[in-house]
């Protein structure tokens, strides 16, 4: 095997085990009984005292997170998101993570949450499914069936670090960590969870390695080598996979810039996409003829969710007589100044959730914010937050060239709607093959490893984080992706050491109502009390119990089989 490390931190070290049936735990079907598997937590370079997963301030816990510490609520959901991992997917070695907090890039309004990346990758080792071709060490080891980088100073597979500023002056200061286990994050707070599921999801194999300006592939210092993930990326105007030979770097680095144009070609996220995808929307100019067609847009984690019952009818240009600029909606209008049309807002000067509501406030039934050239990312719809409960009006984005033509022709009677095409899916192309995020200008951490952010329902894997990701027992499409760059998944039914609880570990389109137990019995255990018999275990059970039975997930048999094994087992 040969190894390279391309990335590296020292903080703190996890690790996640799944192993074969036990011996006692296959049913009668002959399916494998899941048991919880216990965690294994080598701390190897920890933050800072009193700082990351070592902060000592009291905080009640939350969320069915049963921490009474900063540190030990951040460490109990990292626990929880190896945990559920660890019983989607199926490894008999270890899987090594580098967990820490850190300053990351930041500014009031927008920020990095988080970053994580595999520590090493390897190729060609024992059993690889592709010759020459770099693996994520992780997925590497699972399939070779041994830790293939046994390097004592630097053990892990994957890095992570979480940015340490959020919720401070100049760091997305208006927000704030949730750490609870639920699902159920409050208005302006950001799920930790759901950044540490995506975030691992890169570490194990959801990311390429190629440079993405200029589409070569990851240079080792002997040769350009393809990826595992970078196999499955698919070039659907030349109808070619990213290794094929008759790819050069240059069409490559056009596709990776061509939004639709850089689609998954892996058999398996495609398939489940056919079953979890939202038929295409088409966002369309009606009229005036000279710019009439469809139009790609960003959307916004407030207010309903843009579609053909909700947004469609005549744009006026937004003018709130005030301010450094009248077009930018940042100041109140005139009551009715929009009065039942669709307003056309410019970016910048606010935020987008105070544009799109004080155009509601004035009557508007759905908000366009068009780019502007002095955004930094023009070229870019962008994704918009920092909306909140009192926005309930559609909100769009356009590019800057857009916003521009929508800006020149609307005072010629500029309509527009959402159309419906039941023979397509939203976020997928004419063969089903689901679109991989290409803005026409590259971005460094987000270009070409992540969904495209026009998929609809929201993916956990897509560039920035949604309010309707529920990742505690939701992962959508990514444990199929999973699969088509080469792990094995578990399957089966979660069980409370020998006790069957009737409860799949995965079901189809990526819910994970088993895996949530498999990690809920983790957390109780190592967190709560070691014994299954104790009234305390027995009581952090059944908070993630009701967690689920809430959320819908659970049948009424399985409801009573999962809390008879609760009361049950010890």
């Not at 690790?15 to 009984?33: E, I, T």
């Not at 370079?45 to 009640?60: F, H, I, R, W």
């Not at 984690?301 to 600029?325: E, H, I, L, P």
């Not at 014994?531 to 659970?554: D, E, H, I, Q, W």
Request: hydrophobic content about 40%; proline content about 5%.
């Amino acid at each position: 095997a040969v190894a390279v490390a391309i990335a590296c931190a020292m903080k703190l070290l996890m690790s996640f085990s799944v192993w074969p049936c036990p011996a006692g735990a296959m049913n009668n079907a002959g399916s494998c009984v899941t048991v919880a598997q216990n965690l294994l937590l080598v701390v190897v370079g920890v933050d800072a005292v009193d700082q990351g997963l070592n902060d000592p301030t009291a905080k009640a816990p939350v969320g069915a997170n049963p921490g009474t510490t900063v540190g030990a609520q951040r460490r109990i959901a990292y626990e929880f998101a190896m945990g559920l991992w660890g019983a989607v997917l199926k490894s008999n070695v270890d899987v090594k993570i580098y967990a820490s907090f850190q300053p990351l890039a930041c500014t009031a309004s927008s920020g990095v949450l988080g970053s994580a990346g595999p520590n090493w990758i390897d190729r060609d080792f024992p059993g690889a499914p592709l010759p020459n071709t770099w693996y994520h060490s992780a997925l590497a080891d699972s399939i070779a069936g041994v830790d293939l980088d046994p390097v004592a100073d630097d053990p892990a597979d994957i890095a992570s670090r979480f940015n340490s500023n959020l919720g401070t002056t100049g760091c997305l200061q208006t927000s704030s960590w949730y750490y609870g286990l639920d699902g159920n994050t409050p208005a302006g707070s950001i799920n930790f969870l759901d950044v540490v599921m995506h975030e691992i999801g890169h570490g194990l194999g959801a990311s390429g390695f190629l440079d993405k300006n200029t589409g070569a592939f990851y240079f080792d210092g002997e040769a350009n080598r393809s990826d595992a993930y970078t196999h499955n990326a698919y070039d659907n105007v030349r109808n070619l996979r990213f290794d094929d030979k008759r790819m050069t770097n240059a069409s490559r680095a056009t596709t990776i810039i061509t939004p639709g144009r850089l689609v998954w070609d892996g058999a398996q996220v495609n398939a489940t996409a056919a079953a979890t995808l939202s038929h295409k929307l088409t966002f369309q100019v009606t009229a005036p003829g000279n710019i009439a067609g469809p139009y790609s847009y960003g959307t916004a984690d407030f207010g309903a969710v843009a579609g053909a019952g909700n947004f469609n009818g005549t744009v006026k240009q937004a003018n709130d007589g005030a301010g450094a600029s009248v077009t930018d909606g940042c100041e109140t209008y005139t009551p009715g100044f929009f009065s039942g049309q669709i307003a056309l807002v410019d970016r910048g000067g606010c935020g987008f959730g105070v544009k799109a509501l004080n155009a509601q406030n004035a009557g508007a039934t759905g908000v366009i914010i068009a780019n502007v050239a002095a955004s930094g990312n023009a070229t870019v719809a962008p994704g918009m937050t920092g909306g909140s409960a009192s926005n309930t009006v559609p909100t769009i984005s356009l590019n800057v060239a857009d916003g521009d033509a929508f800006r020149a022709n609307v005072g010629n009677g500029l309509t527009v709607a959402f159309v419906e095409d039941a023979r397509q899916l939203q976020g997928a192309d004419s063969s089903g093959r689901v679109q991989l995020y290409a803005p026409s200008v590259v971005e460094g951490g987000s270009s070409f490893s992540h969904f495209d952010t026009v998929v609809t329902p929201n993916a956990l894997m897509e560039p920035a984080i949604t309010s309707t990701l529920n990742a505690n027992f939701m992962i959508d499409m990514t444990p199929s992706l999973m699969s088509d760059v080469g792990w094995l998944r578990n399957g089966g039914i979660a069980a409370l050491r020998a006790c069957r609880t009737d409860v799949p570990i995965e079901e189809a389109g990526g819910l994970i109502p088993g895996a949530n137990i498999v990690a809920a019995d983790a957390v109780c255990r190592n967190n709560v009390d070691s014994s299954r018999s104790s009234p305390a275990y027995k009581s952090c059970m059944t908070t993630f119990a009701n967690v689920l039975n809430n959320s819908g997930l659970l049948s009424g048999g399985q409801d009573a089989s999962l809390r008879s094994c609760i009361s049950h087992v010890n």
